[in-house]
């Protein structure tokens, strides 16, 4: 081990940050020995120095001035979140030479390129195997392990926070809410937990994985993104009383010359292994022409599973820094596009609310054959007698194969039947 040391600049104190200054302060001996050189944390920035903070922590390390801590670190680790002032926080690092690792997958899913461009024009690494599914290692595993071989598809659960919700409404019959103020307190969700509800969180890590996995560059505006929030205890019920379960899907697949890349909630069967990732927890699957079918499974989310990931970089990177290796460029050679969701094939569930008499079963059908869709199990919901007015009644339509752009024109016909009330779900099935 050399006698000298290098300097850690910590952006962000919060849910992942103050666990990652614990353990740089708890293991600063094991750290060491593992670099082969001592990190010393010169800082921490955060907003508010005022704010209660962990107290294994020296309170005189907590600054505002992030600037002052960047341009002095050999390293900086960014846990703030959001796009500015990180991006131009990172960007400082970077051509100063200081080596980065951040978690921060809002900004690389939409800066990605800049980011890493700045690294490759400096010479650094720029790390961020916590962006994606939280302590699981998936972005190395597809950026190195796999470097030789050819990845067809990746298809996960990347989101702890809407994968908590969704099983807890499985699993304990919980209402959205009390689910999502959970997964808060719990310090899954993202600080708007929009971010994690309407999908983007997940898109933003589909565009990230998909990026690596096919050598090319895509922004979170590659990815179609379908959230949770129009998921209902009815649709639980339905997907329940079928052998499925309803979980946030991203897929990452080649598509002919370009890659579709899609977030959306899918009905998996209960037997499926994706059907077992309960509360925070994300799963990954790799399939490649050479390693065939690989699953990377573990915490998603979550202060300490998450620092793991990030001390995993920083040990990594500082390693290489104090034996002087050059960092590793961006592989981004393959330019692929993203294709467009419309020729996507896939099975589909259809909730809809319509008048309950004569006839409004089979002009559905109909309407279902008109375009070309076949129809692979129908079922009515026996509501009560009504007492005045006309009766009504939901039906769930299970579709074979289809395109999504068919879909989308029979359902636009069957909204607009007189007997038909509302689209109340469309779910895609995963066999
Ligand atoms: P938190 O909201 O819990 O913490 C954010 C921290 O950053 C706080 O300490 C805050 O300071 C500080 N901060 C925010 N803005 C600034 C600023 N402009 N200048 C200085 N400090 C600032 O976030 P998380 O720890 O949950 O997330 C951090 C990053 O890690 C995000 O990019 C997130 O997407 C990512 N991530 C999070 C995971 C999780 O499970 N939570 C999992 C994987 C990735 P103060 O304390 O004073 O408010
Ligand atoms: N909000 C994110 C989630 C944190 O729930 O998965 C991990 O990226």
Partial sequence: MTDRSFKVALLGAGTVGSQVARILTEDAEELASRIGSRPELIGIAVRDTTAARDTTVDAALYTTDAEALIDAADVVIELTGGIEPARTRILRALSGGAAVVTG???????HGTELQRAA???GVQLSYEAAVAGAIPILRPLRDSLAGDRITRVLGIMNGTTNFILDAMDSTGAQFD???????????AEADPTADVEGHDAAAKAAIVASLAFHSEFTIDDVHCEGIREISADDVAAAQADGYVIKLLAVCELDGEGVNIRVHPTLIPRKHPLASVRDAYNAVFVESRDAGELMFYGPGAGGAPTASAVMGDFVTLS????????????????NLEATSLSRVVSRYTVGLHVKDKLGVLARIAQVFADHGISIQTMHQTKHPEHEAGEPETTIRIVTHRTTDERLEGTLAEISALPTVDRVTSIIRVEN
């Fill in 104 to 110: 921060n997958k809002a900004l690389l899913a939409k």
């Fill in 120 to 122: 490759d024009a400096a």
């Fill in 178 to 188: 009390d689910a999502l103020a959970e997964a808060q307190r719990l310090g899954y």
């Fill in 319 to 334: 390693r290489r820094k104090v034996l002087g290796g050059p960092a590793i460029p961006d592989q981004s050679h393959r």
